[in-house]
């Protein structure tokens, strides 16, 4: 299973983005697929999250302004980031989880900068 991303960069306060992720492979039918970041000197965190029955998970920071969404038949997820701030920029990672296994993307750059 691979996953690429696209869609970083920078963005003004305000603004708008949206990343992309594809996933090729073997992949399962019933998966998550999902978007964590790390921030400098934080932890990995979860941003958002969908499984392939509609379940949505938000992390409490980006409710009401980044929507995440995909399209199971060409297994892509995307995220919406609207209004970003500036403690929005990090890196982020595309995640799949399924059955046989947890996959990870490269990463992506997201600056939220004037």
């Known amino acids: 299973v691979q996953l690429q991303a696209s869609g970083g960069g920078l963005v003004q306060p305000g603004g708008s983005l949206r990343l992309s992720c594809a996933a090729s492979g073997e992949i399962f039918s019933f998966n998550s697929m999902g978007w964590y970041r790390r921030a400098p000197g934080k932890q990995r965190e979860l941003v958002a999250l969908m499984t392939t029955a509609g379940f949505t998970n938000y992390a409490d920071s980006v409710k009401g302004r980044f929507t995440i969404s995909r399209d199971n038949a060409k297994n892509t997820v995307y995220l919406q980031m609207n209004s970003p701030k500036p403690e929005d920029t990090a890196v982020y990672y595309c995640?799949?989880?399924?059955?046989?296994?947890?996959?990870w993307g490269q990463g992506t750059l997201v600056t939220v900068s004037s």
């Open positions: 995640n799949l989880w399924t059955s046989s296994g947890n996959y």
